[in-house]
C-alpha cells in the first residue's frame, strides 16, 4: 500500500509568514509523529497523536507550533510567524499504534526554507 | 548528556567488507531499537529493529544489542556501495511516546 504522504515537499517563505505542513499516513495507522531535522542534527521530536487520545505536545519548542489531526488520520502542522531559525526537513511518521515495539515509518518530509 | 550517541563519522570501508555502526544510549530502561538509513536528501528508511539482548539477522544486516553495557550496534556484511548512506541510531525510551534518534554515522563503501 501506499507509504506516508506529506505535502508539499518544499516550500520557500518569508520570515514572518504562516505555514502549513501535511500528512497523510499509511492507511490504518492509528499513531502519527511529527519530526524535524536540520542541518547536520539529529530527528528531533515536535508532536504525537495516538487515536482519540490528547496529543503529546511536549517537543514544541514554542508556541509558534501547532498541530491538528482531523478524523484520525490526515494531520497538519502549523507554524506562524516563521523565523529563520525553523527553516529544516520537516518528517511525518506512523505506525500502527503507539506501543513501544512499533516502528515508525517516515514520509519523504517537507523541506521548509525561511527567507 | 545525549540520549543517543554515534559516531559521526565518517566511516569509510572497501566493498565486500563489513561495516560496523555503533550506538550508546543512557536509559537503561529503554525497551525498543531501531537502524534507519538515509540517503542524503532522502527520510529514515527503517532497516532494523530489535527488543532483546543478542543478535538478530536479516539478510545481510545483523543487529547486535547488549543492554547491560548499553549499546546497539549493526553490522553489514559484504558491504556494497549502493550501502553508503547516513545510518541512524533510533531509541524508545520508557514513558515516551517519541523515539530518540542519534545524529548518525555515515558511511561510505568505496568500489
Known amino acids: 500500500g501506499a507509504g506516508v504522504s506529506q505535502s508539499p515537499s518544499n516550500k520557500v517563505t518569508e520570515k514572518g509568514k504562516d505555514v502549513e505542513l501535511r500528512c497523510d499516513p499509511i492507511s490504518g495507522h492509528t499513531a502519527l509523529y511529527w519530526y524535524r531535522q536540520s542541518l547536520g542534527q539529529g530527528l528531533e521530536f515536535l508532536i504525537y497523536f495516538q487515536g482519540n487520545s490528547a496529543p503529546d505536545k511536549s517537543g514544541l519548542p514554542s508556541d509558534r507550533f501547532s498541530a491538528e489531526r482531523t478524523g484520525g488520520s490526515v494531520s497538519t502542522l502549523t507554524i506562524q510567524r516563521t523565523q529563520q531559525e525553523d527553516s529544516a526537513v520537516y518528517l511525518c511518521?506512523?505506525?500502527?499504534?503507539?506501543?513501544?515495539?512499533?516502528?515508525?515509518?517516515f514520509g519523504d518530509g517537507t523541506r521548509l526554507s525561511i527567507l | 548528556q545525549k540520549e543517543v550517541e554515534q559516531n559521526s563519522g565518517p566511516l569509510s570501508v572497501p566493498e565486500g567488507a563489513i561495516a560496523s555502526l555503533n550506538c550508546t544510549y543512557s536509559d537503561r530502561g529503554s525497551q525498543s531499537f531501531f537502524w534507519y538509513r538515509q540517503y542524503s536528501g532522502k527520510s529514515p528508511e527503517l532497516i532494523m529493529s530489535i527488543y532483546s539482548n543478542g543478535d538478530k539477522e536479516d539478510g545481510r544486516f545483523t543487529a547486535q544489542l547488549n543492554k547491560a553495557s548499553q549499546y546497539v550496534s549493526l553490522l553489514i556484511r559484504d558491504s556494497q556501495p549502493s550501502d553508503s548512506a547516513t545510518y541512524l541510531c533510533a531509541v524508545r525510551v520508557t514513558g515516551a511516546n517519541n523515539l530518540f534518534f542519534g545524529t548518525g554515522t555515515r558511511l561510505t563503501v568505496i568500489p
Open positions: 511518521a506512523s505506525s500502527w499504534e503507539g506501543g513501544a515495539g512499533q516502528p515508525q515509518h
